[in-house]
């Protein structure tokens, strides 16, 4: 089973930029679909962008559609998020999922309990 370790989570002001980072071992990206999730304090956790192993195609919320931008370095076996115009309800704890089995749907939904791999999670702030 992969494992999976985020960062570059911090404190951003609004308008901000941050890229997290999902680093893997264990397993090779390229057979994964990776999704990132995101879990605000009082709130459900909630899938935010989500991209195939097969085609490379995508999933995003709509809260964050034109922002924020998934990417994956296979050569590095690591899967990015980057998240531009940053808002304060875009603060959370993201983390980053992965599965063999799974295909993200353009559409949606994409649901957590599908993923068998999870990373610890990165908190990401933003305030002025």
């Known amino acids: 089973q992969v494992q999976l370790v985020e960062s570059g989570g911090g404190l951003v002001q609004p308008g901000g930029s941050l890229r997290l980072s999902c680093a893997a071992s264990g397993s090779t990206l390229d057979y994964h679909a990776i999704a990132w999730f995101r879990q605000a304090p009082g709130k459900e956790r909630e899938a935010v962008t989500c991209?195939?192993?097969?085609?490379?195609?995508?999933y995003y919320a709509d809260s964050v559609k034109g922002r924020f931008t998934i990417s994956r370095d296979n050569a590095k076996n690591t899967v990015y998020l980057q998240m531009n115009t940053l808002k304060p309800e875009d603060a959370a704890v993201y983390y980053c999922?992965?599965?063999?089995?799974?295909?993200?749907?353009?559409?949606?939904?994409?649901?957590?309990?599908?993923?068998?791999?999870w990373g610890q999670g990165t908190q990401v702030t933003v305030s002025s």
């Open positions: 999922a992965a599965d063999t089995m799974y295909y993200c749907e353009p559409a949606g939904p994409i649901r957590d309990a599908d993923f068998g791999s």
């Open positions: 991209i195939n192993r097969s085609d490379g195609s995508t």
